[in-house]
């Protein structure tokens, strides 16, 4: 079982949808989760920090962490085309190394 | 968030010849730095953990003698592909750990390298 799951997609929406984006996990002693965005051929950039379970809102984007489940998710509001790219989730335990997801790919039509 | 720069942002060589990566932290000092490839839509493999003054851990499978990994100083790392072949060619990726914490990792930006 890999330690991190995520959809790899692809995701297509029109232009103003809520995009919903999940991963689950199997490591209980995780406690950093993250949501990277990456656009192509580019390296990943840090759109969400999380530390233990809950939420956290940063303007269009919320991320949410519900550590019974082992479930993470980054919803996108109002979804704009230049939000069309790679969504990798990742988490890690205190000083380890990080643990990735495989990616979703959304597209967001306009 | 914090900036991590990496250079060159593509590199094409002959087979054969060795090419040097570097990855900085530009605004924090990053004693645990992380090397990644990344292959066409797929996610990135974690190929070592460099940690300033000390010997990279490197993944299985990764051969060490190959991606030569020196992480000289708090704000830079650098990964050198030697005798690169066409199999080599990749997009590698490196990132830095923010200090304190389980502190996030910001990435640079990639290298394209291509082997002809």
């Known amino acids: 079982q890999k330690e991190v799951e995520q959809d790899p997609g692809p995701l297509s929406v029109p232009e103003g949808a809520i995009v919903s984006l999940n991963c689950t996990y199997s490591?209980?002693?995780?406690?950093?989760f993250m949501w990277y965005r990456q656009y192509s051929r580019k390296g990943p950039e840090l759109l969400m920090y999380?530390?233990?379970?809950g939420n956290k809102e940063d303007g269009r984007f919320t991320a949410q962490v519900d550590k019974s489940s082992k479930y993470i998710s980054l919803f996108i509001r109002d979804s704009q085309p230049s939000d069309s790219a790679t969504y990798l989730c990742a988490m890690s335990v205190v000083g380890n190394q990080f643990y990735f997801g495989t990616g979703t790919s959304l597209t967001v039509i306009p | 968030g914090a900036v991590v720069s990496q250079h060159p942002s593509w590199v094409i060589c002959k087979s054969g010849t060795s090419v040097k990566i570097e990855c900085r932290s530009l605004?924090?000092?990053?004693?645990?730095m992380f090397w990644y490839r990344q292959f066409p839509k797929q996610s990135l493999m974690l190929m070592a953990t460099s940690n300033e003054g000390s010997k990279a851990t490197y993944e299985q499978g990764v051969e060490k003698d190959k991606f030569l990994i020196n992480h000289a100083s708090l704000t830079l790392s650098t990964l050198t592909v030697t005798s690169a072949h066409p199999e080599d060619s990749s997009f590698y990726i490196c990132?830095?750990?923010?200090?304190?914490?389980?502190?996030?990792?910001?990435f640079g930006q990639g290298t394209r390298l291509t082997v002809v």
């Open positions: 490591n209980s002693a995780f406690q950093y």
């Open positions: 605004d924090f000092q990053a004693t645990t």
């Open positions: 999380t530390y233990s379970s």
């Open positions: 990132s830095a750990r923010v200090p304190g914490g389980g502190g996030e990792a910001f």
